[in-house]
Each structure stands twice: as C-alpha cells, then as structure tokens.
C-alpha cells in the first residue's frame, strides 16, 4: 500500500476540478447564437422574421408586401362668399374639425377664415398685428390669410404676422421685424419648433419664445414646407422657370435640388419646375413636373416615379400629403386627385370631369385618416372639395 500524499491528493482535485470548469463552460455556456438576417421590410422578433409594420407576407411567405388602403373615395363640393373669394390653404384635425383661410366676401363683410364643425361653416375674422417700417403698427382682421397649420392642439394662422387659436383664445404675436414670411406656408414639429416660409427666400423659426430669421441661400419665394424631428424640406419657383428644393439639417439650410427650367431636362434640371414637399418618417417626397423623387433620409438613396406612373400627364400638382407610405394624395390645380395605396396610384377625376377646363382651381389640399380636403376658388365663390373613404 503506497504512501499517502496530501500534495498529490490537492494536485489531482485541482487538474478535476479545471477539467470540470472546461467541461462546465462549454456545455453550459455555448456561443452566442448568430443574429437572425431578416429580408426588405421585415424585422427580427425572439430569432423569427415578421413583417415590419405596415406591411404582410405574400402568398409563399418569401417577401413583405406594404399594406393597402382603399382607393374608394366620395367627394363633395362647398362654396363660400361671393364674388372676390378665395382660400388659400387648409388643415384637417379630424373629419368634425377642420380649418380653411383665405378671403371670403360676404354682404355682412369679409373673413379671413372658416371652420367646419361636423354640421356646418362657421365664418371668422381673425385678428392680426401687423409692424410696417418705420414701427408703425396696425391690428387688423381684413387681411387675407395665407396658411394654417394645427399642432399640439394649437392652430396658427399666417397672414403677415402670426395668430394662434387654443382651447378658445386667441393671441397675437408682435413679429419683431416688418413683412414676417409666412405667405408660402409654416410646418412645426410642436408648437416650440415653427417654420415660416415665404417670398424672396425668406425662412423664420419660432421656438417657443423668439423667432429667428435664417438664411435660406436663395431669393425664390418659397411655397410649401414640410419635416420630421431631424430634416426640414422647403420647395418654391419663380415666376419665370426657375425652381428649388432646400433641406435644413438642424445646423442650415442647403440646396437639395435647383432646376432652371420647366419641364424636366437632363443634368440638374432632371425634375422641371418644383412645386410640393412631404416627409413621412425616414422619408421625402419631392414632387415637380419630371414627377416624384422618393428618397431615404437613412440611407441616401433615391428614385424618381414618372408622371406615367403617377397616372399624371402635364398638370401642375399644387400639394402633396399623407397618412402613411401606403396613404398618400396628390392634388393638381384643376382638380385632379392621385392617391397612392401602397400598390399602385389612381387618377381621380371625378371633380374635373364635373368642372372641366379650369372652372376650378385648386390651390391646396390637406389629408389625416379617410379625411382629404382641396381648397382654393370657383368662379366667383370659395371652394372646398372634400372627399370621403367609404371602404
């Protein structure tokens, strides 16, 4: 019987219990599994690849298709004032709660501005305090609207200067220089983030407390704006052919797109004139005479959908808006309706082929949910053409 030896004994449980540790750490602790590569528009959920929101599987399960929304739209046509009536742009808060403005000429006077109920037009004058050189100050509500646009339950009117509407008041603000921008549209992110737009280039942003001019680079009046938390878009043309879309970065604002021409051409005149800009999510959409630039605000990259596809052929789109990728309206000037469903675009005509050869003229168009809105004149009158999801 051979001696016993504590230090042979230690040695032999320590080369165990290491064996016991490699064992242990490779049976119970495998690597780490690799990440699941989901395809387009789908998104990995506990190692299984679903479809992103917004889109569903096709038939073989191999590719996500966006969802579709319904093409099916009722329209019907208001009027309001008399001879000299116009509106200039609107915004929709729900299908019972929606603003126009403009001038509407009435035999009791004129108003600025109207507002739907669910019922019916309710005609206001809404009141602004206008600075002219020189520190001449004006309060006056016989001064044509320009734009309005709602936000965090607040609805602000443009006009020269600025008002807002909440919860039943009505404020001024004293614009600390003369001609403020507003007659080409505003957008804001919340009520402490406005933008301005306007004539000769003119950009002011409001946050909440001052507002602030910036330099746009460009001296063409700007018509439409629109953005997202981190990129703002602005689109204007001259009334000769040139034509611009400008980008702001959060630090300044740049040339994204100049054409000098009308029609779409080669080079940088690729779109033709510029008239309309709207942003979803990751996503801007430019919209001109050449058609659609589509681009990812992510990666960079861009497409141009032809006015053959949009099922447009030489008309003059005024605006461009949506409630989702697969929601979205184009509105041209006589009339014409372009809805995107996700699938495919399909020409409305059914207010042109009512009015044809410009009895009306559409100026701008606002669309939340089953809810789209045209406005701009007929005629002598107002119009509002308003159009209604019935599927």
């Known amino acids: 019987m051979g001696t016993f030896s504590y230090s042979t004994f230690f040695a032999g449980m320590k080369t165990a219990v290491f064996v016991f540790f490699i ?86 006077g004129s108003f600025n501005a109207a507002h739907w109920d669910g019922s019916e037009w309710e005609l206001i004058k809404v009141l602004f305090r206008l600075e002219y050189e020189g520190g001449t100050v004006i309060w006056t509500d016989q001064i044509a609207i320009s ?3 709602e936000i965090e339950n607040t609805v602000w009117f443009v006009a020269g200067g600025l008002t807002r509407y909440k919860d039943g008041e009505w404020y001024q603000y004293e614009i600390p220089w003369p001609n403020a921008p507003g007659s080409g549209g505003l957008w804001g992110s919340s009520s402490s983030n406005l933008y301005f737009v306007g004539g000769n280039g003119s950009i002011v942003h409001y946050d909440g407390v001052s507002f602030t001019r910036m330099e746009s680079g460009t001296a063409l009046n ?7 938390d981190g990129n703002v878009y602005t689109t204007g043309h001259s009334n000769g052919h040139e034509s611009v879309a400008l980008e702001y970065d959060g630090a300044q604002w740049t040339t994204k797109f100049l054409s000098e021409s ?29 058609g659609i630039w589509k681009e990812s605000l992510s990666t960079g990259e ?67 949910g089953d809810v789209c809105v045209a406005v701009g004149y007929m005629g002598s009158n107002a119009v509002i053409v308003g159009g209604k999801r019935v599927d």
């Open 262 to 290: 009308l029609l779409p051409g080669d080079g940088t005149n690729f779109l033709g004139r510029i008239y309309s800009v709207w942003v979803n999510r990751d996503t801007v959409y430019v919209v001109a005479k050449g």
């Open 222 to 228: 700007l018509l439409d704006i629109y953005g997202n």
């Open 147 to 149: 734009s309005v646009f």
């Open 302 to 368: 861009g497409i141009l959908l032809s006015p053959s596809e949009l099922q447009v052929t030489d008309q003059v789109t005024k605006r461009i808006r949506g409630d989702g990728y697969n929601d979205i309206f184009l509105a041209d000037i006589w009339g014409d309706m372009i809805h995107y469903n996700g699938s495919t675009w399909t020409l409305d005509q059914t207010i042109y082929t009512q009015y044809p050869g410009g009895q009306i003229i559409i100026k701008s168009m606002d669309f939340i």
């Open 23 to 108: 064992l242990f750490t490779q049976t119970a602790c495998p690597d780490n599994p690799t990440e699941t590569e989901c395809g387009e528009n789908q998104i990995d959920v506990n190692g299984t690849c679903e479809c992103a929101e917004g889109y569903h599987w096709n038939e073989d399960q191999t590719q996500c298709n966006m969802d579709t929304t319904s093409h099916n739209f009722v329209w019907e046509i208001d009027t309001l004032g008399n001879y000299g009536s116009y509106l200039n742009d609107v915004a929709i808060i729900d299908e019972n709660n929606v603003w126009v403005v403009g001038n509407i000429e009435t035999d009791s």
